[in-house]
């Protein structure tokens, strides 16, 4: 995610299925299937033809809203799915216009994380935040 904020590239469709592990040593993920990228800067368009907000499932509230995307946006979609990890559950069910309404306005529904280590949770709240700005931010990278 570094080396796409470093481009000024958001994915814009993270998902378990656009992560693979990488066989080594050390434990490496790497982020595939870039069709639905676009560059963060003013001045540039969608790399792809057509808009496309990703998978609704895993799309950050601002995806939705049309508002500006930029690697908070991936975060939060790396958090929804570090919770389904956790969980083994979506972070929100129903139709894509239930999913897409839940990701802008529902509460998180942090009873299903009673047994997860606090410090993880904080991740979770920090990188699941409805407002972008909350969230973390890449700079000077």
């Not at 590239?9 to 299925?17: C, I, K, N, S, Y």
């Not at 709240?125 to 990278?141: G, H, I, T």
Request: glycine fraction near 8%.
């Amino acid at each position: 995610m570094v080396a796409a904020e470093a481009q000024g590239l958001v994915h814009r469709d993270l998902q378990p299925t656009n992560l693979m592990r990488v066989d080594g040593p050390e434990l490496t993920v790497k982020i595939i299937d870039f069709g639905l990228t676009k560059a963060t800067t003013a001045n540039e368009t969608d790399i792809t033809d057509g808009g496309g907000v990703g998978t609704p499932a895993f799309a950050s509230p601002e995806q939705f809203s049309g508002a500006g995307t930029d690697s908070r946006s991936d975060l939060h979609s790396l958090g929804v799915t570090l919770w389904e990890m956790l969980t083994g559950r979506a972070l929100f069910t129903g139709s894509h216009a239930d999913v897409m309404y839940q990701q802008q306005h529902a509460a998180l529904p942090l009873e299903l994380l009673e047994d997860i280590p606090q410090p993880v949770v904080a991740l979770l709240e920090v990188l699941l935040d409805k407002d972008p700005r909350r969230r973390f931010f890449f700079c000077d990278v």
